[in-house]
């Protein structure tokens, strides 16, 4: 049997901030959450009106992609992946509607490139002599 794979800082510090996002929509849920949802759906390029529905869809991503990198598993890489470069296409595209296009570019090319340079920690390959 293989031994658990511990979690490198930057795995850690990045399903942290997933995490914290988790609770901040989940918190916006029960205080702002038409105004945020409509923030979130914009920067996530679907139509305001799936402000709440995106929240709820946030939270789920947000958790699962938590879940994947600090377990290290395959899944986790793939879906923290699609997700950060569906967020690097769709900001572009939108030039007009997002508030911040250099903030909402920075996190998740800074997340991809973190991700594959450290791939052999999830795809590596461990002969037995």
């Given amino acids: 049997m293989e031994p658990r794979k511990r979690p490198l800082l930057g795995l850690v510090?990045?399903?942290g901030s997933y995490c914290l996002g988790v609770v901040a929509l989940i918190v916006a849920m029960f205080f702002n959450s038409e105004e945020v949802g409509i923030?979130?759906?914009n920067v996530h390029g679907?139509?305001?009106l799936a402000g709440f529905p995106i929240l709820i869809l946030g939270c789920i991503v947000g958790a699962l992609v938590a879940i994947g990198l600090s377990k290290m598993t395959s899944w986790g890489y793939?879906?923290?992946l699609i997700?950060?470069?569906y967020l690097l296409i769709v900001p572009p595209l939108l030039v007009g509607k997002v508030p911040s296009l250099i903030g909402n570019l920075t996190w998740p090319l800074t997340v991809a490139v973190y991700?594959?340079?450290r791939r052999k920690q999830y795809f590596g390959t461990h002969r037995s002599t």
């Fill in 115 to 117: 991700l594959v340079l």
């Fill in 83 to 85: 997700y950060v470069c």
């Fill in 78 to 80: 793939w879906l923290t």
């Fill in 46 to 48: 679907v139509p305001a």
């Fill in 13 to 15: 510090l990045i399903s």
């Fill in 39 to 41: 923030q979130i759906a």
